[in-house]
């Protein structure tokens, strides 16, 4: 799960959505164990079934499109 660390007053923190704290039965107050990595950030790749989706979407959908565009 990808989290953004937030400032809370002079300090840091990582929030847990309550659906995660449901699952493990967590409490406020309780310890965690917690793994933290960076985020690497990555180049999307663009393979030929994207293109060829995309040319197809656009086939499929030019009218709208255009009239998109033109507004």
């Known amino acids: 799960m990808i989290q953004k660390i937030i ?3 002079n300090s840091v923190a990582v929030t847990i959505p309550k659906k995660i704290l449901e699952e493990k039965n967590l409490k ?3 310890q965690a164990d917690v793994d933290i990595q960076p ?3 990555t180049k999307a790749k663009i393979t030929p ?3 060829e989706w995309v040319d197809k979407y656009i ?3 030019r009218p709208a499109l255009e009239e998109l565009a033109n507004k």
């Open 7 to 9: 400032r809370v007053g």
């Open 28 to 30: 406020v107050g309780q």
């Open 39 to 41: 985020v690497k950030k």
């Open 49 to 51: 079934e994207f293109i």
């Open 59 to 61: 086939e499929n959908n």
